[in-house]
């Protein structure tokens, strides 16, 4: 499932790796794309992707300055979790992904899904209290 073009993804894949919000010279200067773009086209995108929902923006001077409305590993995980819920019978579509898992990332969903399993069970059965200390804070 693929939800960005080329040149949305260059643009996402330089927003991710930021440290914080740029304007769109910043990063036309950091995209890494196949020929050279346009400060304006690079202005388009950056506008159409906040039209879409997944970069956030506020005006600095006459520019505006942009961030990602989510970390890549979350806007990730909501489209792995899209594609299994849409459409057809969810159980049978994840045994065909898990046939197509090499065994280092099938090692990875196992672990990830004792994490998962293990954090749902302390927030059903542990008091307030102790989550700050599993969690961290």
Known sequence: MREFGELEMAIMNVMWAGDGPYVVR??????????????TTVMTV????HRKGVLHRDKVGRA????????????????????????????LTMR???????????????????DASSRRLAVRYLP???MTTLSGS
Request: proline share 3%; charged share 40%; glycine share 2%.
């Open 128 to 130: 307030a209290s102790r």
């Open 64 to 91: 505006w300055r942009y961030w990602p409305v989510e970390a890549r590993e979350e806007h990730d995980a909501r489209l792995m979790a899209e594609a299994l819920r849409s459409g057809g019978d969810e159980n």
């Open 96 to 114: 065909r992904f898990l046939e197509r898992v090499s065994d280092d990332e099938m090692k990875s969903l196992r672990s990830a899904l004792l």
């Open 26 to 39: 910043e990063v036309r200067e950091r995209m890494d794309y196949e020929r050279p773009v346009a400060y």
């Open 46 to 49: 950056m506008n159409i992707l």
